[in-house]
């Protein structure tokens, strides 16, 4: 209870520019480690994660300044807190280290419980890098408990300034191992 392994992957991307070809290649990789912390209130939780990300993916597809065989390290944490039964809050914080740069990020969200097995949420990000162009995002999903043990998620993000993709999709799957 409390530790969560996270793996990732992004092995399908497609970039679409105006007056260029459009782009299709594998994303980086990475591995984290989550850990739930005790809380004092059932209603607020809080954690801890560290991970790395590695520069394995196609030219183009790769975190923004990932040379090859490059890695970034991350540590961050997120608090929730439960406004209700049906609403949830949480608000994520991250530091990145790469080749030298650090980069900030954070990101607000709210989760709708719909039903038992469905929800929905919105969420923004913002990623300051040193000396770079700070990006910020907004948009949302949906998730869906398909089993007790697996949940799937679709989500979809839109720029909000010319450093941000205009749009941005992903799909993703959490299983829970007892």
Do not use: C
Not at 38 to 50: E, N, T, Y
Not at 58 to 84: C, E, P
């Amino acid at each position: 209870d409390g530790v969560e392994i996270q793996l990732s992957a992004s092995p399908f991307n497609t970039t679409r520019t105006r007056g260029a070809p459009t782009e299709h290649g594998a994303g980086d990789s990475g591995v984290a480690l989550k850990l739930a912390l005790p809380a004092q209130s059932d209603k607020f939780s809080w954690a801890l994660l560290a991970g790395a990300t590695f520069g394995t993916g196609a030219r183009g597809f790769t975190a923004r300044t990932i040379t090859d065989n490059g890695t970034q390290y991350s540590v961050a944490t997120t608090l929730g807190y439960n406004l209700s039964d049906a609403v949830s809050s949480a608000l994520y914080f991250a530091v990145n280290r790469l080749d030298g740069e650090t980069t900030y990020a954070w990101s607000p969200s709210l989760g709708f419980a719909i039903d038992e097995r469905f929800g929905a949420f919105v969420e923004a990000g913002f990623e300051h890098p040193e000396g770079g162009s700070s990006t910020r995002v907004a948009g949302g999903g949906f998730t869906w408990m398909a089993t007790p043990r697996l949940q799937l998620d679709l989500s979809m993000d839109f720029g909000l300034n010319d450093a941000a993709p205009d749009v941005q999709g992903g799909v993703g799957f959490s299983l829970y191992f007892d």
